[in-house]
């Protein structure tokens, strides 16, 4: 049987900082520990599993709970454990089955943002990476002549396609092809934009940046396909500096949440260009609109599934 005893409960978080345990603990896991016992224990109050002392059931519990209750860094995950740990100890009771039940929920606690800790660590190197790259190409004088708000849109157009085939599609320069060029720039790229960034000076600017991003990758060996990466910029060149349409987006915005509201498996292409033809004849004067307007609506756009949020990325909105 379980033992359990009323004492565990009587420490409080400002009398455990004072105590010996406490001090043992290292500087992390010092900075994290009040947070930490104010989060485990609201956490175990709001599963309701806050009934007399500790059990090891109550902890698992509490533990299991506690990433959907609270947004904190990898580290603060790392802490809890050792935290917890020195918490129950410096109660002086016989913790044995306590610790076992938090070392048991400690793989699943941290494994979650582990995950995210190195995505974050990949997503940084990358941006590491292009700033070289640009600064490089910032000593070249066609780009070092830009105009300022043009330097920012070189740089946004440079970092968005690096990030988009690099982190989002797992692929190093080398590996680079037309076809996933295509299915970024005519896909995710513009939605990956910051509202701001979404004008038109910054379309005119992609044929430009795309081909100097190029030659630079070429010219530092990096990349392997550059003739038929530059040959394709510049025979979709109209429709690079044209592909962005507010109308246009809208629609497509329209269209995906209807798809969404239908179930329908936007990676499943006959259904998407069947319920696609339906929605623009439910919805003829938005089709003669955009026909109007010469875009081209057999491209069909799936459901947005970005990566990366703009709030992390805007980092990296630097020319140097």
């Given at each position: ?126 941006v590491q990476q292009v700033k070289q790259w640009v600064q490089a190409m910032f000593e070249q004088p066609e780009v070092m002549n830009l105009t300022v708000a043009d330097q920012h849109h ?167």
């Open positions: 049987m379980e033992q359990t005893d009323e004492a565990v409960d009587t420490l409080t978080v400002a009398d455990f900082l004072a105590t010996t345990q406490f001090k043992k603990l290292s500087t992390n896991q010092q900075k994290y520990a009040k947070t930490i016992l104010t989060d485990v224990l609201a956490a175990r109050k709001t599963v309701d599993l806050n009934q007399g002392a500790w059990t090891s059931r109550q902890v698992a519990g509490t533990l299991a709970a506690l990433p959907s209750l609270v947004d904190q860094p990898h580290v603060y995950y790392v802490a809890v454990v050792p935290v917890m740990t020195a918490y129950f100890e410096a109660q002086g009771y016989q913790v044995k089955s306590l610790v076992a039940a938090l070392k048991e929920a400690r793989p699943a606690l941290v494994a979650k943002h582990a995950e995210a800790a190195q995505e974050e660590a990949d997503y940084d190197e990358v070189f740089v946004t157009i440079v970092h968005t396609t690096a990030e988009l085939m690099i982190t989002g599609r797992k692929l190093a320069p080398k590996d680079w092809d037309v076809d996933t060029l295509s299915g970024i720039m005519f896909g995710p790229f513009t939605h990956l934009l910051d509202e701001r960034d979404r004008v038109s000076g910054l379309f005119q600017l992609v044929p430009f940046a795309l081909t100097t991003l190029f030659t630079y990758l070429e010219q530092t060996n990096q990349l392997t396909h550059a003739a038929a990466l530059q040959d394709w910029v510049l025979k979709q060149h109209e429709a690079l500096v044209t592909m962005y349409n507010p109308e246009l987006e809208k629609f497509y915005e329209g269209l995906t949440e209807a798809m969404q509201q239908a179930g329908v498996d936007t990676q499943d292409h006959a259904a998407v260009d069947h319920f696609t033809q339906s929605y623009l004849r439910a919805h003829p004067a938005v089709s003669r609109e955009l026909f109007t307007a010469d875009r081209q609506l057999k491209r069909t756009k799936p459901v947005k599934q970005i990566k990366y949020s703009r709030k992390q990325r805007r980092r990296r909105r630097r020319k140097r």
